[in-house]
């Protein structure tokens, strides 16, 4: 049985009915069209998934969109402001740190976490931090690179 | 030369798209009315199906349809096709018993198609999926590989006994026999090169729609090569005639070879979009990528290598069993044969190769091309060999490769399995690489391991791949069902920007930035002024699709081709405006000038004028558009040498790659990061075959690796940044002098690493481990060799 869900996402109030066992990602996906958060596995290990809730990195196939009731999510749409990315967005582009492009809006969900924490990522704790995401393109290489390239600027970034 | 220009690493053009959100993958859209397609799957590897009842399915709130085999083949869908004929040691064709998309009266794997079940919601498609219930008669399975053939094994197809798809030869037996009987030294390996399961993170996806108005159906999927698969369904499933059949491949989050082949789903899909009269939607979930992706790899060798006393390569022999699947896939059979011992050579002048190969049918999904394709299992062969022959005759692996490399002046090679290589620089690409690697330090490092408890090996691969696929003769020749040219449409616009329709399909190889920078520098235009459009059988002429690292020799080899023949028509037109004979003119940096003059006009405003041919010449037809297309001469042969360091924990047995190198020479470079990300990407793929990446069947057939939870995908933090060099050795069998970079990385890699793990293993006196090299079997092996020691 559908149920309202309450939300702000990406700086918008939404309303939608979801079913009881809809995920955050369907509920962004198919009810909202933000279809720029994907699905790559089903077992909440790939992390093509990562959306902010509150701030906080979390995978939104780990969590059901009414959990969501009054939250603030953010996803990769709502990240670029007035025309201009952000600049974890640009550190990947800078860096070439996608090649097919699907794992990407995952990659930059978590980087920004991190980069919240610590402006100055060491590749060690980039590479510890990307546990949560698979990548099959970029063998991480450019992934890491683009992440401690653009860790300070999206820190101190306001958007 | 601009920023822009070929040899710049200029950003991608396709990332904007990419970076916030804005891609159009395949589960991203939908058709109005749609229905959800959920399929039935087998839970048994190898069974008669007794009966299908679907009358508690149909009962699922939400539910249209339950389809079934029965009805597909009563509908006249053909069954699916591999389009390469082996012909085994007696002449005789391979075995190709029929792979029905939906399974009739048998199932042979897990995950193998039994029915689908069509609903309103995908909820509804899968509550109704679960509902329908299978009377299933079990049967005993075969699975192991080395023993699928043998005598007394469950047999999978009335039309292959034994399991025996074919059993082929490549090289002279005789000659091989009589150099190994006469050598000074051999080297005999045996190992098996493990089954993977490709995982591109996208998983694979397909939307089917038919219009009952005008008889057409438009199928959009995830598929690296659009025509091809229309080709396919309708020449030889029958769907619907070819130009009845629109395909349309968008943005496909990665491939690797999986979505080269045409599958079950999309077959089912099409017909069942017709037969309900709606469209129908079908994406996979991981769990279904891993049944039922085409795998790779799945060898079993025992291979030899035969020395002089001063290790002169002498001869090889090798003997492979390949596991197949339980059918056919696509392209499965050329993978273990041509695109596999005709590689044995290496990057040495081996006088003598003899290999067979026996390909066999198994209860487990169908195997077939994984990134690589062949050449990776044919690299592990040679340059394991060679290494473990160095340690024999106590010379140093580069020592010993130097005596036996083509070397530069050798050009053009003839091996003794079929290819002729153009041109390379093995022995320079290979002196990059020890200095990249550091090998001079590489003893300090060793000893200074050993004081922490650590032991470290060193490992080379000194590799070489047959790309740019393919000459359609010589395919053909080979038993090859398809021409493997490209092809390629320049349109000029009339406001001066240009188009360009190719034949290949980017799936993360970044084509719309490296095309672009190509026609850019051809046509003297501004590099954003050039759009490339892929991927759309209504868009783009016919082509072949990506894979083999094909798209660079020979698509952009079109592209050019295309290009030439737009300036030889500009030229035409800017004589004509300019007062002058066509001979006269010449084309540089986008303008048509008098030669010797400063009448010039450029290459706008010719196109301008093709297109409002007011003042044009009458012999002329208007339009300034193009098409090529290009069949190469040959293969191309990138080639490399990858150093691999790592360093081992006894106590863990725990693997860590410490150091990375790798010179590569792919030919004229168009864009530097572009081919630096191609070969970081490989080198993980391999580093993941050799170190992580388990396929496990259990004796039943059982996929018990079968989620991101159970098979060990490479992560950030198991493997380093690389240190990745380039050579330039241009071919010059096509008009960019291009190779091909795309599979390089998980051709080189897994030797090197398994060079490395080995060496560093010897010290304790391991002689083997295969791979994957997972902690817990270095650790055992350790344990095995002390216990040895100790008696």
Known sequence: MDVNVSMTVNGKKVTGKAEPRTLLVQFLRETLGLTGTHVGCDTSQCGACVVHLDGVSVKSCTILAVQCEGKKVTTIEGLAKNGKLHPMQQAFHENHGLQCGFCTPGMIMSAIDLAKRNPKPGETEVREWLEGNICRCTGYHNIVKSIMAGAQASHDWKG | MT??????????????????????????????????????????????????????????????????????????????????????????????????????????????????????????????????????????????????????????????????????????????????????????????????????????????????????????????????????????????????????????????????????????????AKKVGRPVKWTAERSESFLSDAHGRDHVTTAELALDKEGKFLAMRVNTVANLGAYLSTFSSAIPTYLYATLLAGQYKTPVIYCDVQGVFTNTTPVDAYRGAGRPEATFVVERLVEEAAAKLKLSPDELRRRNFVQPNEFPYTTPVIHQYDCGDFPRAMREALKLADVPGFAQRKAEAKKRGKLRGLGYSSYIEACGIAPSAAVGALGGGVGLWESATVRFNPTGNVTVHVGTHAHGQSHETTYAQVVADRLGVPFESVEIVHGDTAKTPFGMGTYGSRSAAVGLSAVCKAADKIIEKGKKIAGHLLEASPHDIEFRDGKFRVVGTDKEVNIAQVAFTAYVPHNYPKDLEPGFEETAFFDPLNFSFPAGTHICEVEIDPETGTTEIVNYAAVDDFGKVINPMIVEGQVHGGIVQGVGQALLEGTVYDAEGQLESGSYMDYTMPRADNVPSFKVGTIEVPSPLNPLGVKGCGEAGAIAAPAAVMNAVHDALRAVGVDKVEMPATPHRVWSAIRKAKKKAAK
């Open chain 2, 3 to 272: 920023d822009m220009s070929i040899g710049r690493a200029v950003k991608r053009t396709e990332d904007l798209r990419f970076i916030t959100g804005k891609g159009h993958y395949l589960d991203d859209f939908g058709r109005p009315h749609q229905l959800y397609a959920a399929f039935v799957r087998s839970p048994h590897a190898h069974a008669e199906i007794r009966k299908i009842n679907k009358a508690k399915a149909l009962k699922v709130p939400g539910v249209v349809a339950v389809l079934t085999g029965d009805e597909l083949a009563g509908d006249k869908i053909g069954t699916l096709i591999c389009g390469w004929v082996i012909k085994g040691k007696d002449g005789s064709p391979h075995k190709a018993p029929p792979h029905p998309a939906l399974a009739v009266k048998k199932v042979r794997y897990v995950g193998d198609h039994v029915a689908v079940v069509l609903g309103e919601t995908l909820a509804a498609a899968k509550d109704g999926a679960e509902a329908v219930d299978v009377d299933y008669k079990t049967l005993p399975a075969v699975v192991d590989t080395a023993t699928a053939h043998k005598a007394g094994q469950p047999q999978l197809h009335a039309e292959a006994p034994n399991n025996l798809c074919y059993d082929w030869e490549l090289g002279d037996k005789a000659k091989t026999d009589a150099a190994f009987a006469g050598a000074a030294h051999t080297v005999k390996l045996q190992f098996v090169n493990n089954r993977l399961v490709p995982n591109a993170i996208e998983p694979r996806a397909a939307i089917a729609e038919y219009d009952a108005g005008n008889g057409e159906f438009t199928l959009h999927t995830t598929s690296q090569n659009p025509h091809v698969a229309r080709l396919v369904l309708s020449a030889f499933i029958g769907i619907a005639p070819e130009h009845k059949l629109r395909v349309i491949a968008p943005d496909v989050g990665g491939g690797f070879g999986s979505k080269i082949f045409i599958y079950p789903e999309e077959t089912v899909a099409l017909w069942a």
